[in-house]
């Protein structure tokens, strides 16, 4: 069983760049995929990105292609998430999940509890 545990949220000015940690506050990340979610006010939860560590393999929502990029650190079993030329349409929650299996957001089992990222305009 691991718990995902994020940092690293704050107010940023659009154009502007954030980096999203996510560490295990119990366990490793090793057999799991990593996502990233998002909730904005009003909006339901999607999906990000995600990393599987054992190797490495990453995927993007559309939205986020080529601005985010998600990486992992083994010595420090953290997984980050680089965000980039920030919008105030990114301005939401940001979760960290893990799944062992599947591919759906309801595989992912274990939520952290988030982290607030604003972008003004």
């Known amino acids: 069983q691991v718990q995902p545990v994020e940092s690293g949220g704050g107010l940023v000015q659009a154009g502007g760049s954030l980096r999203l940690s996510c560490t295990a506050s119990?366990?490793?990340?090793?057999?799991?995929?990593v996502g990233w979610f998002r909730q904005a006010p009003g909006k339901e939860r999607e999906f990000v990105s995600s990393?599987?560590?054992?190797?490495?393999?990453?995927y993007y929502a559309d939205a986020v292609k080529g601005r985010f990029t998600i990486s992992r650190d083994n010595a420090k079993n953290t997984v980050y998430l680089q965000m980039n030329s920030l919008k105030p349409e990114d301005t939401a929650v940001y979760y960290c999940?893990?799944?062992?299996?599947?591919?759906?957001?309801?595989?992912?089992?274990?939520w952290g509890q988030g982290t607030q990222v604003t972008v003004s305009s």
């Open positions: 999940a893990t799944r062992a299996r599947g591919s759906r957001e309801v595989d992912y089992d274990y």
């Open positions: 119990r366990g490793t990340f090793t057999w799991y995929t």
């Open positions: 990393i599987r560590w054992i190797d490495g393999d990453t």
